[in-house]
């Protein structure tokens, strides 16, 4: 096969797929991409938050952190010492285990 230049659909600029491109969404079942690479990179980029930092606490130690999580998350948010360290009680998020039962159906 050979090269194909496509128009984005978002920046109207062209872009060339390229021979080991159509390869590559065949062998995935995937229809030729309608938008440029920046565009895609772009469309995927969007759903990272790396701009909004927040004032946190950590929910262990109580340090004062900065997350990429807002408080009115309602999960907890630990500090890196804290969600690597040893301290960990295992008995706090333990759950009980029927050996006569395969593990599968227990983690359903």
Known sequence: MQSETKNCQNCKKDFVIEPDDFSFYEKIKVSLPTFCPECRFQRRMMWRNERSLYHQECA?????????????????????????????????????????????????
């Open 60 to 108: 262990k130690c109580k340090a004062k952190i900065i997350s990429i999580y807002s408080k009115e998350k309602p999960f907890p948010v630990y500090c890196n010492t804290c969600w690597f360290g040893d301290d960990w009680d295992p008995f706090d998020y333990a759950v009980e285990y029927d050996s006569s039962k395969s593990v599968l159906s227990q983690l359903h």
